[in-house]
């Protein structure tokens, strides 16, 4: 039963992160990634490990497949938001006795959402692949902190508010 709901959550969280990326442009979709953090932290607190990876696969292959000229780095910089959300969550020890931190979780969110979009920023500027221009940097810094921060703080909310009761008892340690 377990496993059914992890593939569930995994699979619709990265199809609605998918569907909120395609409806603004590049690079502004990538600037705006409140919605993605928020649901990568949510499916990494509901499925407990790697919950947020899984997600940004799915989400990873879908923008894969729509944009094929950029593939690699669709799925490879996916994942490793998915992957330092994973990390950052579990080395801020964000739940704690079942209910998320607040301060922890908007520093855990905002460092990852940072972090990602600086790492892809400067990988595509050294190949070539985007120019190089300073003030979009410092935008997409500030653009992660932001972005981070909202959703670390509206993930606490809604776990601590909404899911909690739901996930508390129910959910099995999968060590």
Known sequence: MYGKMRLLVTTLFGVIIF????????????MVVVVQALLLALSSLIVDKFGATYTSLINGLLV?????????????????????????????KVKQGGQVRTVRSIAALAISATLTGLSSMYVTTLLGLLPMVPILYFIIMLAGILNGALAGYLTSVIWNKYLLHYFKKTQPSLS
């Open 19 to 30: 569907l909120s990326k395609i409806f603004l442009p590049t690079p502004i979709n990538d």
């Open 64 to 92: 894969t497949m729509l944009m094929s000229s950029f593939a690699p780095f669709g799925l490879i910089f996916s994942l490793v938001y998915g992957l330092t959300t994973d990390g950052f969550l579990y080395a801020f």
